[in-house]
C-alpha cells in the first residue's frame, strides 16, 4: 500500500526474451507491482487472474503475439480500461503507428528502448509522481513471475541501458 493507502498499480511485461524482461523490470523503478511473462497466452491467463493496470508487450512472440494479445484486450469490455504499450524491433513504425491512432494501444516504442524514456512513459500512464532516479522505492513490490510455474524472480541491472 501507498502511503495514500491506494494499493500500487500492477504492470504486466510480457516479452519472449528473459533478459529483456530482466531490464525492463529493473528500469521500472516506481512504486508498482510487476508481474511477467514471455507469451501472450500466458499473458491473458495472468490478465484474468490478476488486476492489470498497465501492459507492456513484445510485438513478435511465439503463440499469441503482441498485436493479438492487444486486439483481445480491447475487444473484452471488461479489460479495456488496461493501458497497453507495444514495443517492437521491427522496423515497423507504420503498424505502430496505425495500432496508437485507432486506439489498439495507448503508446508504441521501437527498440533499442530508452529505459529512462520507458520509466517517464509508464509513470505518465499510471498518473504516478515522478522519481527522484535514487533506487527503487521502499514501497515496490518484486511480485513477478516468469511464465514458467510463476516462480519469483529477482535481479537488477543499472538504469541506464539500452536494448539492441
Known sequence: MTTHDKP????????DHPELRTLFRSALTLPIRILETGDGMEAMNLIETNHVDLLLTDYQMPFWDGLTLCQTLRAREDLKSIKIVLI???AAQPLLLEAVNQGLVDAALLKPVDVHQLRQLVQRLLNLEPDTGSGRPAGRSSDTHDGQGNK???GSQPDRMKLS
Open 8 to 15: 500500487q498499480p500492477t504492470v504486466l511485461i510480457v516479452d
Open 88 to 90: 517492437t524491433g521491427e
Open 152 to 154: 519469483p524472480l529477482d
